[in-house]
């Protein structure tokens, strides 16, 4: 549990440019990662700890690289609202995620999936880290947690072994859409789908605004994408986990991904500097987008190979 007490809190006041779109989209997302209160609009509030200042102090760097502005200070409430109120604010929002938790763990299939478990996890870790002041729903949602991975080990025994192929559904040969100027959670998308979803996958590439996709169609890594974030997860692992793919070797390439795109140090693999490194470098080799993934293949074909040798 985090403690307010006077000079306990950081302000966050940002001026995000109009455009590019996708920017806005991605500031919003960044600051319910790490659980940030809107005070009022373009005001954000986190209690004052050595990690909420470094999360803080990143996105502030990313608003003001990207030409807008955004000042952090630390403060104490005076009047208008106090730190019981502030804290109210904090506990009402990770309850409503527990309550989503609660939800999915209701809804999924019984015996729930190793799939459907290891997101219910993922996900309640994430809620946990940015429950600041113990909220009241913690305690059902880990409970409705522990009930979907005991109903799994429960029902593994009656299901099929998991295989590292992709489930029976994946589409084959579709056209696979995403925005253009690739980098690493797209391009590390596309080598997922081509390599254990789709191998005659085909890709296209499209402004971020106003594209109006076909039927046959499926968008990924984009706004109101089939396949994007959802939650803390990035593409890569919304990938994974729905089209079921178990491959152990996988997993470690999916922290590295998460990694680098969300910059949140998540798993902190001492691979993940790395494979920035040789991303960034491929970027900028390559303008073409398809350029960009094929050069990339080669770098995760090595990284799979040597992931699945140690597993």
Sequence with gaps: MVSSGPGGWLLLIHQIPP????????????LQRIGAVALKNSVYVLPNTDD?????????RSVVDEGGEATLCTASFIEGVDDGQVEAMFRQQVDAEYREIVDAARAVPVPPSEAHVRR???QLAGTQARDYFQAAGAEPAERAVAEAETAMIRG?????????????DAPLGATWVTRQGVFVDRIASAWLIRRFIDPQARFKFV?????????????FD????EFTHEGDDCTFEVLATRFDLHDPALRPIADIVHDIDCKDDKFGREETAGVAS?????????ADDAARIEAAAGMFDGLYAAFEQRA
């Excluded at 455009?19 to 960044?30: C, G, M």
């Excluded at 593994?156 to 029976?168: F, I, V, Y």
């Design 120 to 122: 219910l996890v993922r």
């Design 278 to 286: 040789m991303i960034r470098g491929i970027a900028s080799a390559h």
């Design 19 to 30: 455009k590019p779109d996708y920017f806005r989209v991605k500031v919003r997302r960044r």
């Design 207 to 219: 402004p971020p605004k106003g594209y109006d996709p076909a039927p046959d169609e499926l968008r």
């Design 52 to 60: 909420t200042m470094e999360d803080f102090q990143w996105l502030r």
């Design 156 to 168: 593994r025994a009656a299901e099929p072994s998991p295989s590292g192929g992709a489930a029976g």
């Design 222 to 225: 984009m706004f109101e994408g």
